[in-house]
């Protein structure tokens, strides 16, 4: 199993558990103090800190279960068998209660190299009509620096070709798809220095160039960056816009990519 380099932001299971733990033995410390100070006036004091207590202990004893339940099923999720692969990451998933919990089985199924577990957690996460925004919006930011170290080289890669089936970006654009009141850079094409008129990698139907408050149509998938490109440097990918989107046109800049042309970037606005 590849090493979760790009994606590894999160603690362990055991970092988590021994924080856990050790959250829990001040707490207790605490009720044992203030307990002898105070006596029954500030008996509510007491019972506050142990219900904290209490609780801390049994999300210790939830997250130790569940490191169990991965490590129980380690040899099926790195073995070479994709069916049995597959039944252990959605049972894992099935047990995972918290979204912490699911965002590790997301890092270790994307991390894995392992087409099937990736397609396996695409389509669970896809499903999941529990999943919050804010779980949706970390597996975007995850996602997003996984094209971006793949596609960093150069503006063309900002379009995503209808016969791209890597299940990163599909996933990334089913995820942006499902965003409300999206906004950002995207890449428009390539027009001659000062032109009006876009080249054939253009990622709009229109041919030309277009304005302010111009609405626009893709006509393939394409990335929505947070910033507009300096020098070389590219904004970081927030989503994955698809095919057929209508965006509203805020702002036009160009990149000079040699003597004779320009990369033309427009910073957008995407409602429903």
Avoid at 139 to 165: M, Y
Avoid at 229 to 234: N, V
């Amino acid at each position: 199993m590849a090493e979760p380099s790009e994606l590894n932001d999160e603690p362990s299971q055991e970092d988590l558990a021994i924080k856990n733990q050790s959250l829990a033995a001040r707490l207790q410390i605490a009720v044992a103090i203030m307990v002898p100070f105070f006596g029954v006036v500030n008996t509510w004091q007491s019972q506050y800190l142990q219900t904290q207590l209490q609780q801390v202990r049994q999300e210790a004893e939830r997250k130790q279960q569940f490191a169990g339940s991965i490590q129980s099923q380690l040899d099926n999720l790195t073995g070479k068998d994709p069916t049995k692969a597959k039944v252990a990451l959605a049972s894992l998933y099935t047990l995972a209660k918290e979204e912490g919990d699911k965002t590790i089985l997301f890092t270790i199924a994307i991390v894995s190299q392992n087409e099937e577990l990736k397609k396996t957690i695409a389509s669970l996460v896809a499903d999941d009509s529990a999943a919050s925004q804010e779980f949706k919006d970390k597996l975007i930011s995850k996602l997003g620096r996984i094209v971006d170290v793949h596609g960093r080289t150069s503006s063309a890669s900002d379009s995503r070709p209808q016969n791209d089936l890597s299940t990163e970006k599909q996933l990334l654009e089913q995820l942006t798809q499902d965003k409300k009141n999206l906004s950002g850079w995207m890449y428009l094409g390539k027009s001659a220095a000062g032109g009006n008129q876009l080249g054939s990698d253009k990622t709009v139907t229109s041919s030309r160039v277009p304005g302010k408050n111009e609405e626009i149509t893709l006509q393939t998938a394409c990335n929505l960056r947070e910033t507009a490109p300096t020098g070389r440097a590219l904004g970081s990918i927030k989503g994955i816009v698809s095919k057929g989107t209508k965006a509203r046109v805020q702002e036009i800049k160009r990149k000079t990519l040699d003597g004779s042309s320009e990369a033309v970037w427009g910073r957008v606005t995407i409602s429903d």
